[in-house]
């Protein structure tokens, strides 16, 4: 059976065991080159070599891509940071690192590596390209591996996140006023200034302008979708930031509703009967001793009608208790959420001598208020 990790993309290979993987959306960027590719080639090349040349520059500017990524793979697993995959996707290529550095010196030094590899990358190009002769095939991509190496790291070095820039942006305001989450939210502005400022008034007015490029349908198009891609990356972190400065105000002790521990074979309708009246906004399924077996979902409640309540029992719409669904009401904030990752659920028991629960969507209402 396929690894359920790997579903989305085609796993082309590992390094230092972290899986690379080639997203669908990369197939039709590689297919769009190829095609666009060829047509520019065919006067240089001669037809039929054309197609074979621009399929070799799309598989070099896809290891280039990958090694630009490995560059912020080992130097993320050099501090210890633990790496989930790298992907490569229709216009990036993306380092899934699950916790963030701990520090402003090794955000700078993780986000800074993969631009330095591109950087060198497009040093080789230029150094090999100068062995071959003037309109040779080989020259050719050699010079197009300079280049667009030399693009990638320009691109990713501008100043506003997602872009690897923005994280050295980060780094650096996060050093200076001893505030990440600050930090974060100047560079994710930064980053939707780049998106609409400065990527078109690059790609479609400057570089035109200085004979780089055309001015053209295609290259509006290009701008838009790396423009989309940074704005869309940096109100992601914009958004992740704010929620990140609430954490200290999401805890068990705030968010839990008080309980009515009722048995499994009460009827439903009796069960919110009781708990309107005492003020309980949960229920607990326990046995005839008071142990507890088992919460009920909100959810269920809601969903089953009025009429059908005296009908039905607490214990169809109940969950039986295990380690997970127990939380410590000490929780708060980072601590809180990964207790609740390891057991996704809608409603937990809050350990203690007051029957009471906490509720997933109260924590996430808290959470974008």
Request: proline share 6%.
């Amino acid at each position: 059976m396929a690894d359920p990790r790997f579903r989305s993309g085609v796993l082309i290979g590992r390094v230092a065991g972290v899986p690379i993987l080639l997203m669908p959306s990369w197939f039709l960027f590689a297919a769009y080159l190829v095609i666009s590719g060829q047509s520019l080639l065919s006067d240089q090349v001669g037809q039929g070599e054309a197609y074979w040349v621009a399929a070799a520059f799309v598989l070099m500017l896809l290891a280039s891509v990958v090694l630009h990524e490995i560059g912020h793979c080992l130097v993320a697993r050099a501090f210890d940071l633990p790496v989930r995959s790298i992907s490569v996707t229709l216009l990036a290529g993306l380092t899934e690192i699950t916790e963030p550095p701990q520090t402003p010196a090794r955000e700078y030094a993780v986000a800074v590596s993969g631009p330095m590899v591109s950087l060198l990358l497009s040093g080789t190009g230029v150094a090999a390209a100068n062995l071959f002769d003037h309109g040779s095939t080989v020259r050719l991509l050699f010079e197009g591996v300079a280049v667009t190496n030399g693009a990638i790291a320009a691109l990713n070095l501008l100043p506003g996140l997602p872009l690897d820039g923005g994280r050295v942006l980060r780094s650096v305001l996060w050093q200076l006023g001893k505030d990440q989450e600050r930090a974060t939210r100047a560079s994710a502005r930064a980053g939707m200034a780049i998106a609409l400022v400065v990527v078109p008034g690059l790609l479609i007015g400057v570089l035109p302008a200085l004979g780089v490029g055309r001015r053209d349908a295609s290259t509006i198009v290009l701008s838009a979708l790396v423009g989309a891609f940074i704005y869309i990356g940096a109100v992601g972190a914009l958004r992740r930031s704010k929620a990140v400065s609430k954490l200290p105000l999401v805890s068990v002790t705030a968010l839990a509703r008080p309980a009515l521990p009722v048995t499994a074979n009460l009827p439903l309708a009796e069960a919110v009967r009781q708990a309107h009246e005492l003020g309980a906004r949960g229920l607990l399924v326990v046995d005839g001793n008071g142990r507890l077996e088992g919460i009920v979902s909100e959810a269920w409640v809601r969903q089953v009608p009025v009429d059908r309540r005296p009908w039905v029992v607490v214990a169809d719409g109940a969950r039986r208790l295990e380690p997970g669904l127990m939380i410590d009401p000490d929780l708060a904030g980072e601590e809180l959420l990964t207790a609740m990752r390891a057991t996704p659920a809608s409603e937990y028991v809050v350990t203690g001598p007051y029957p009471r629960v906490l509720v997933s969507s109260d924590v996430a209402a808290a959470m974008s208020v």
